[in-house]
């Protein structure tokens, strides 16, 4: 039988400014260089089980939150609690507060890169190790969607036409597809998010010209991870952080679609942990 103690990590649950809960999970050696993983639209915690179960959590201190709205975090009904420019910032700000984590290196996948951004527009990074954008349309320009993006879920879906296009979401989220049951368990946590919050998500977003000049500002080591074959987020969304961002580093994983943390994961793990190290020396 398979051992999912680790995968569920230990939890702890805080609150946002807004009173919002947030339920928040940790691994590793709690002496170890900091790790914030942050899923993505419709995701949990439970994404991350290939770095869960890797060696990042031997030589790191892991922690990942779920999304307000996601997971085991409190779906609030008004959709302004998804919307403006601090929402999502002020949960980062809770969890690394409630953490006491001093310079994490924050890892957001898809939209967790957007509000990765939100917390940098809000926040600065003066709080932070470095920070990587996996997958993630940081800057919201219309020609970086690509044909299997989330598209509006109309007022009137049924049931089964949720499940339709969840299935259809998640199946686009891979290049290298995972296994039967590792895309069911992926399809049990999306299908929590209900269309609500999937519509108050969706009528989110941060102008572009703010957005490059916040990326302009950022001084923190930064990594930007992206799929040749993503058909989500288009691979010119990595280049245009990458130009946003002079120091940034570029990393393409040829073959791997929107979720290449899943698609390569000893490849991505590798790549992770010596960024994290990499960071660890440049604040010393």
């Not at 002020?90 to 957007?114: H, N, Q």
């Not at 951004?117 to 990074?125: A, E, F, K, P, S």
């Not at 393409?252 to 698609?263: A, I, K, R, T, V």
Request: aromatic fraction near 8%; charged fraction near 25%.
């Amino acid at each position: 039988m398979k051992d999912d103690s680790l995968a569920e990590g230990a939890r702890s649950d805080v609150r946002a400014p807004d009173g919002t809960r947030l339920a928040v999970y940790e691994w590793g050696d709690p002496s170890g260089p900091e790790v914030v993983l942050i899923h993505g639209f419709a995701q949990s915690h439970l994404c991350f089980e290939p770095q869960l179960r890797s060696e990042l959590t031997r030589h790191c201190r892991v922690v990942a939150f779920d999304m307000r709205g996601h997971g085991a975090s409190a779906q609030p009904s008004d959709a302004a609690a998804y919307q403006g420019g601090r929402v999502w910032a002020d949960d980062i700000a809770t969890v690394l507060a409630a953490k006491g984590l001093e310079r994490p290196v924050l890892v957001g996948w898809s939209m967790g890169g957007r509000i990765i951004r939100q917390y940098l527009m809000v926040y600065g990074d003066v709080r932070l190790g470095g920070v990587n954008f996996v997958a993630s349309q940081v800057i919201e320009e219309q020609q970086f969607r690509g044909p299997s993006a989330p598209r509006p879920l109309p007022e009137d879906l049924t049931l089964a036409g949720e499940i339709e296009a969840a299935i259809a979401f998640l199946d686009g989220c891979y290049g290298r597809k995972p296994s039967e049951a590792e895309f069911r368990r992926a399809l049990g946590y999306n299908m929590k998010v209900p269309p609500s919050v999937r519509r108050a998500i969706g009528g989110w977003s941060t102008d572009a010209a703010a957005t490059r000049t916040a990326l302009a500002k950022v001084r923190v080591p930064v990594l930007v991870t992206h799929g040749r074959a993503d058909t989500v987020v288009l691979p010119a969304a990595a280049e245009a952080v990458a130009a946003s961002v002079p120091h940034a580093r570029l990393s393409w994983f040829d073959g791997c679609g929107h979720s290449p943390f899943c698609e390569d994961a000893p490849r991505f793990n590798d790549e992770l942990m010596a960024f994290v190290r990499s960071c660890a020396e440049a604040k010393r």
